[in-house]
């Protein structure tokens, strides 16, 4: 569910097969747009980003789906001078496994979403002010409902592939079912059918932590004042199931500085306590508080059973594309075991699907990561 992006930092050596500079677009759209619970928006934005181009009869077209917490920022720098690239920069670009050089890579912020893409921060035109907490319930079908509204206004009639880590996966997965005639592949990473309770758990935590910072005000918080305190726990908190026990303690253990007097023991001293402190401060300086909310209850209410009469066979009955499920090891997030019964539905079905399960130590955030192994998969999938 993270994008981890506070993590990938750009470096000089490696912006060989980089995009290099990239600009964001906007598309507006004047049709309006009903939510599956409920309300409706008359007009709304999208922000979104495209690398390579499109070819003369549209059939390159990729579709990149982001995380919980990603925007539409995926590839490249916006100047030469920007030291952190986009969060999937290590996968798009000049042959690379999304290779520019071959297709047109799409990446959107989601509906709902704080960047750029209208959601509870954006202005309600009518009534001049922020929809904050009337904005309309949203679901990972109303994500990817608004997804092929932009595919639509690029002129594409079908997408060559999907793909999408977590939330991103759940997207491309809602995508197959929803419009099976207009994806040739979908490629679903750490990801699931339906989260499960524990997962639940956590975002409920988060959401908590959020509501009840004194700043929050009913989501009616001030621009220039957020409910900073409780956003940083919640990210913290979440952070820590991206990652694994074993990853965590390769990368921290217990080293700490330890020279405590009585008014500093509670002081963050380990390694990993600044770690988190660090994703924490920095998560609030980019993300909205009510966004949060919104999108971990979207994850909260995913369920590909909802669409099948109470099965993932039903829902998949009318699944055209190819299929591809990655699982990591050591994710206890969205463990293997969620990642192969989507592949195991789809196979009882007699449809094209395969899943593949990689080794590692990184827990959720593993696709995330530099993964030679991944992008052989990828890139074998896309151009078999």
Not at 49 to 62: H, M, P, V
Not at 240 to 269: C, M, Q, V
């Amino acid at each position: 569910m993270n994008d981890s992006s506070d993590d990938f930092i750009f470096k000089p050596e490696d912006y060989e097969g980089d995009v290099g500079l990239v600009a964001y677009s906007d598309f507006h759209c004047d049709e309006p747009l009903d939510f599956e619970l409920g309300g409706r928006l008359e007009s709304f934005n999208v922000r979104y980003e495209t690398y390579g181009r499109l070819n003369a009869d549209k059939s390159n077209a990729i579709l990149v789906c982001h995380a919980l917490t990603g925007d539409h920022h995926c590839a490249g720098v916006y100047s030469l001078d920007d030291k952190k690239s986009g969060w999937w920069n290590n996968i798009i670009g000049p042959a690379k496994p999304l290779d520019t050089n071959k297709y047109f890579i799409i990446c959107a912020n989601c509906i709902g979403g704080c960047r750029g893409t209208t959601g509870p921060s954006s202005i309600n035109p009518k009534t001049g002010q922020r929809y904050n907490l009337t904005f309309p319930a949203v679901t990972i079908r109303d994500i990817a409902a608004v997804q092929m509204r932009l595919v639509d206004y690029l002129g594409i009639g079908r997408l060559k592939m999907a793909i999408g880590g977590s939330m991103g996966g759940m997207q491309v997965l809602q995508l197959a079912i929803d419009y099976p005639d207009r994806v040739e592949r979908i490629c679903a990473l750490a990801t699931t059918s339906r989260i499960n309770a524990q997962a639940i758990a956590f975002n409920e935590v988060g959401r908590s932590a959020i509501m009840q910072d004194p700043v929050w005000n009913g989501g009616n918080y001030a621009l220039d004042r957020t409910p900073s305190v409780g956003l940083s726990i919640a990210r913290m908190m979440a952070h820590i199931t991206y990652l694994s026990d074993k990853g965590l303690d390769g990368k921290f253990g217990r080293e700490h500085k330890a020279k405590f007097a009585n008014s500093s023991i509670f002081k963050p001293s380990f390694e990993i306590e600044n770690y988190l402190h660090h994703q924490g401060q920095s998560f609030v300086n980019r993300f909205d508080a009510n966004t949060y909310l919104y999108f971990t209850r979207a994850l909260d209410l995913f369920d590909l059973r909802t669409y099948g009469g109470g099965t993932l066979e039903g829902a998949f009955k009318n699944v055209q594309a190819k299929v591809l499920v990655v699982g990591f090891t050591s994710d206890w997030l969205f463990p293997p075991a969620q990642n192969r019964e989507i592949v195991r539905a789809l196979l009882r079905l007699h449809k094209t699907a395969s899943y593949a399960e990689i080794k590692s130590d990184l827990g959720h955030d593993s696709f995330l990561i530099h993964s030679p192994k991944l992008y052989k998969l990828v890139e074998f999938f896309l151009n078999a």
